[in-house]
């Protein structure tokens, strides 16, 4: 099956680094125009290279993620998809509950549901007009279960993820759009999730190896091919799902 995005206009937030960067260059690669969106302009230079543009913003406010919709359309005149892969758990590890105050709570909202929410909500109507899109949420495996992290936000903004893309897949359906989003599994992708994976200590570590079927990590372009996949005309009639990508969980 070949993947040809040829003409297609992607843009793809969280772009930076890691799993949104992998995205950007496998999308770039099946022959698509794609705009980078992130809030770290320097993180998202080397995207220059391979022809990507950038757009630097601050997602977490529907003034911020809409001007960097505004400005990708303004620069390629159309979106025909968007990927969210903007989130993270904002340099937080987890904590009891008893200490857990409004800002780490609000901060992991912001990163994981509001700018998924606000982007969607600025590209829709462009695809809604040319009768066709694609949307794709990056949820993770803390969407469908307790998260690894022990981040309460974290996992509920990841759940509010998985919910969001089903609804946004009813809504828009009937306007050619499809909605679905990659749950992830544990991926060494930045120093974030590196510096997570280092303080879980050997024991765990084998633990988590262990629930894998496939009994190893993933990579980010494990997931950018799962992105591309659905981003296809391929996968036209394929909308509203969650696509575990993650070894096989135990």
């Given at each position: ?114 700018a998924a929410m606000w982007c969607v909500q600025a590209a829709a109507p462009d695809m809604k007009a040319r009768g066709e899109g694609r949307i794709i949420t990056i949820s993770s495996g803390a969407g469908l279960r307790p998260s690894l992290t022990g981040i ?99």
């Open positions: 099956m070949q993947l040809d995005l040829s003409s297609k206009v992607f843009a793809v937030t969280g772009a930076a680094q890691g799993i949104g960067a992998a995205i950007a260059r496998q999308l770039k690669a099946s022959g698509a125009a794609v705009a980078a969106i992130d809030i770290d302009g320097d993180g998202m230079k080397p995207l220059l290279g391979d022809g990507i543009s950038l757009h630097q913003a601050d997602l977490g406010s529907r003034k911020g993620a809409h001007a960097a919709i505004r400005s990708v359309l303004s620069q390629h005149g159309r979106i025909d998809g968007l990927v969210t892969s903007a989130g993270g758990v904002r340099g937080q590890a987890g904590r009891p509950i008893e200490e857990i105050g409004e800002d780490d709570w609000h901060v992991i909202f912001q990163a994981n549901v509001d309460q936000a974290y996992a509920s903004a990841k759940h509010a993820l998985v919910g969001l893309t089903k609804q946004l897949a009813l809504e828009l359906g009937p306007f050619g759009i499809t909605v679905n989003s990659v749950a992830p599994g544990f991926v060494l992708s930045n120093p974030s999730t590196q510096k997570q994976w280092a303080a879980f200590g050997e024991e765990r570590q084998k633990a988590v190896i262990g629930g894998i079927h496939m009994r190893r990590l993933g990579a980010p372009a494990d997931i950018a091919n799962a992105v591309t996949f659905l981003a296809s005309p391929q996968a036209g009639w394929i909308s509203g799902q969650i696509l575990s990508v993650d070894g096989g969980h135990a």
